[in-house]
Each structure stands twice: as structure tokens, then as C-alpha cells.
């Protein structure tokens, strides 16, 4: 069964809250986003197998540890999902970066895919899935279903904020990936925003509205 992960670090919180003012402009948004996504990559990274290697140090050979693989890509959820790339590529700089764009239609509130452009050897890679809001989780469902066609079978699935019902639905289509958000919010509102959320994520990093 997938595993649920809040990542209740203090600075992560602390930062989180200032994103949630509506006081709080782009500028500041984009750069609060980028530093949790860092934090976050931190721990979504955590598990990543590592090997022995001989190295010689200005004292002496000795055996120390590199990451042995699987390679990395992180796949952004166009568009709010690209102000989290680039906090985990200062984590892991050589990592390859696919796009998936869908959209929420606004009646409906379903999901619509106009965008996919992915690594070639996107089946082989560990997959980190970015978006910042997890609300009926059908955005993110579809895009992990669509990383699964392609062939990928170690997918991860890093958001900001999530609501129990996004959160579950993400868990019961797909057992096999892990979530990680920053905060588990109250409930969805008519329009199916998250409450209390923090708005319109994409709205909000690129300033259109
Ligand atoms: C937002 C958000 C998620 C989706 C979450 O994107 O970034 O992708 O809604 O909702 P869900 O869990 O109910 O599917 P939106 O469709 O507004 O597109 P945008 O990022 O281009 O603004
Ligand atoms: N998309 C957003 O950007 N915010 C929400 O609260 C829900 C979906």
C-alpha cells in the first residue's frame, strides 16, 4: 500500500504559512515554493540506493558512498507543478525533466490533457511527480497513469498541500506510489479549491489574475 508522508519539518511549515497569506505576492511565492520543494526533495529522496566506491582522499584509499541508480526524472504538472522543479534540481542536478500539462475543467473539475513530453528513457528512471495542489487528486491520478503507460514503474508524488479525499483517491488508484505534501488540509469547497488552500497555485506563481 502507498505510503502517506507529511513533511511537518518547522521550516517547511513556517514557509508554507506565508504562502497561504493572500498578502503574499509572486515574487516571494515562487522563491517560498522552490526552497520547500529543496526541503521536501530532501526526504522524497531519502531511501535512494547507494553503493561502495574506492576513492582516494589526500590521506589515504578508503571506500565511500555514491548513489548507484536508478537515475532521475522529475515530471512537473504544467503549470503550477514547474515552481517545484527547481528546488529538487538543486538537489540533484543532472535529473531529466519531463512536462505534463493538464488542466482542470471548470465545470467538471476533471482533468484535460493538452501537453506530454517525457525523457526517452523515462521507463528506467525514478520518477519524482510535482504539483502543489492535491485537491480531487484527479490531475495527479492521470498523470501517474500516463507515466505507467509509458512504462515507468517507480514513481513518487510531491505536492504542497493536499485534502484527505485527493490524497486518498491518488492511494487507491495507484497502491504503489508514495505521497508526500507539506500539509494535509480541511476539506474541498464548491468549486472543489481546497480549504483554507492557499488559492490558485498557478495563478499565483505566475501572476496571471
Ligand atoms: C491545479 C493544480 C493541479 C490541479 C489540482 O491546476 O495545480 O494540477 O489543479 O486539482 P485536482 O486534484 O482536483 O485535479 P489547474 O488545473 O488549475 O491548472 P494550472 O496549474 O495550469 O493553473
Ligand atoms: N488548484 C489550485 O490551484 N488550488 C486549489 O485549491 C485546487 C486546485
Redesign the pocket.
Known amino acids: 500500500m502507498s505510503q502517506l508522508h507529511v513533511i511537518n519539518h518547522p521550516l517547511v511549515q513556517h514557509k508554507l504559512s506565508i504562502m497561504r497569506d493572500k498578502n503574499t505576492g509572486s515574487k516571494d511565492f515562487r522563491e517560498l515554493l522552490r526552497e520547500i520543494s529543496l526541503l521536501m526533495g530532501y526526504e522524497v529522496t531519502r531511501d535512494l540506493p547507494l553503493e561502495d566506491v574506492e576513492i582516494e582522499t589526500p590521506i589515504c584509499r578508503t571506500l565511500a558512498k555514491r548513489l548507484s541508480g536508478p537515475k532521475l526524472a522529475i515530471v512537473p504538472?504544467?503549470?503550477?507543478?514547474l515552481g517545484m522543479v527547481d528546488g529538487i534540481l538543486n538537489l540533484v542536478p543532472v535529473a531529466r525533466v519531463g512536462h505534463i500539462g493538464?488542466?482542470?475543467d471548470e465545470e467538471t473539475?476533471q482533468?484535460v490533457e493538452y501537453y506530454c513530453k517525457l525523457p526517452d528513457d523515462i521507463e528506467n528512471r525514478f520518477v519524482i511527480v510535482t504539483?502543489?495542489?492535491?485537491?480531487?487528486?484527479?490531475?495527479?491520478s492521470d498523470a501517474i497513469t500516463m507515466l505507467k503507460k509509458r512504462g515507468c514503474k517507480n514513481i513518487r508524488l510531491m505536492c504542497l498541500v493536499g485534502v484527505p479525499e485527493?490524497i486518498d483517491t491518488v492511494r487507491r488508484n495507484h497502491p504503489d506510489v508514495d505521497v508526500y505534501v507539506a500539509a494535509v488540509d480541511d476539506h474541498?469547497n464548491e468549486n472543489?479549491y481546497i480549504v483554507p488552500g492557499l488559492g490558485?497555485?498557478?495563478?499565483r506563481i505566475f501572476g496571471t489574475k
Open positions: 504538472i504544467l503549470r503550477a507543478g493538464l488542466y482542470r473539475h482533468p504539483d502543489p495542489m492535491l485537491a480531487t487528486g484527479g490531475s495527479a485527493g474541498l472543489a490558485d497555485a498557478g495563478d
